[in-house]
């Protein structure tokens, strides 16, 4: 089949903003396709050469390119580049470099599809010394032979810029309505796909076995399922009521999901847009490999990073250090990851996606063996929203953001956000800017770099009614190792042996100290406690206030005494302030 045909039919794609027209424009393509060509065609209308997963690109940058346009067309590079320039796309400069063809070419061969795919993979894979000049030989090759609307495609492929705008739902109505024509088509397609997130191997499976085949197609470990995702609610009583009866609560990691795959010695790491990290996750594919007791398996948890010399979790845009192509191991280092799994899809040839949440939870707990690293997410089952209220506290309090409360009878659906999941976040959520001045009140022994000092501290507002110092939060960031050095020795001065009187905590502190020394706190927000003993039921009976991820700011007030240290009546303040903020911010939104 002609690349032309290809192109035409992009740049009728390009033209079109109704989806029901472009719907139209797939279906024409696709009966034209022969079917041992589907998966490529339905691979380069998405502007790439294989599904997501897989990882591999073409790694072309825009001056190889800009040249190989120049080599095959005979315009000179700068004018290449100058053409670029002006136009702004690439594709049109390539276009209009055709256009200005210096070049006579003796023997034009017309680009097929096949040929423009098969190059365009021995590019991707061509990697090492010399791989460059491979790739830009390759490339001036197509453009060689193609004809200028040809160019314009090849090249914005080639960048990653073809940008059709065609969605996968939109290729899969497409696939029913050429090959089956019924809705019940469009249901299996859409089946085959949330399982295999392989669009290619669903268009070729069903032009060449039709629709019996595609619903040969499940799940395969080492290629990524589409994830199941949540919906969101804002009480725990809409929330019982919405699932009816006795829920499962699980508490909502702040981290990056994971489905970990396992064949063997083999682990795979797929993110919830299905791209193969793998790579970026040394660790976690080590410690998932060896807790994981199943020969062939799928799993899914949440891998959320800590700080090492405390064990407290750290705010999701951490693990963003560890998307990178080097230094993975020193990123491993800095940040490790802990392991909550919450799901099981797939063991040792059952599909268990089709077995309700209670019976896939039991069988979790069988097969993933805890440790230090690696965990279940914990669960509990309730039909009480005092209990959902509590459970999430508790969520809270450990660092998470809420829970995900699920329907115990549900299956795992595929690619779907319904109300099997829903998402319980906590209420309030908005950036805490001013700094607060608290006491510290107790000390926790340090591990790893941090043995031998305390690695986090126990600090207390001051609540001036009762002359009391109340705790809101457990603070271990922020701290130099010159800081922590200081802080011990200076902290010994007020060790004591029990808890200090004046000191009012429901956590214990490996080490307690007389209330005497200030330091500045910044944290991303206060939130509801119930371990923390400042402001309790003020605002809520059986909670006080905490801060959430406290930073220590490097500033050691010791121009303060305690009690000019934030007060609890000013904490219950800032708090009200926060809330008023938010709620005035969605009522804004819903305008
Ligand atoms: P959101 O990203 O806010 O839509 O929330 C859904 C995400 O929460 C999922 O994609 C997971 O990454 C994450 N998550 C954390 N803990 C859980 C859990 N116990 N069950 C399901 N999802 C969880």
Redesign the pocket.
Known sequence: MPFSRLSEAFQKMEVTSSRIALTEILIELFKQTPSQLMDDVVYLIQGKLYPDFVGLELGVGEKLLLRAISLATGVGPQEVEKLYKQLGDVGKAAEDCEKRRRQATLFREPLTISRVYSTLEKVAKAFGEGSQDIKIRLLASLFNDAEPLEARYLARIVLGKLRLGVADYTVLDALAVAFGGTKEAREIVERAYNLSSDLGLVARTIAEQELEGVKGIGITVGRPVR????E?LKTPQEVLEKIGGEVAA????????MQVHKKGDQVWVFS?RLENITDHYPDVTRIAGDGIKAEEVIV???GVAFNPDTGEFLPFQELMHRRRKYGIEKAMEEYPVSL?F??LLYLDGVDYTQKPYSERRRKLTEIVEESERIHL?P?IRTESPDGLETFMMEAIERG??G??V?DPGSNYRAGAREWA?I?L?REYRTEMTDTVDLVIVGGFHGRGKRTGVYGAYLVAAYDKEADMFRTVCKVGTGFTDEDLKDFYEMMSRYETDHKHPRVDSKMEADKWFIPQVVIEVLAAEITLSPIHTAAWGSIRSGAGLALRFPRYTGRLRLDKSPEDATTVQELIEMYRRQTKSIVEEEAKEIR
């Open positions: 994830p199941m995702l949540a969101r699980e508490y909502k990691f702040d981290g990056e999901r919830r899914e948890g949440e909550y919450f799901d997410a669960m998470c953001e829970l995900v699920k999941w998402k976040k």
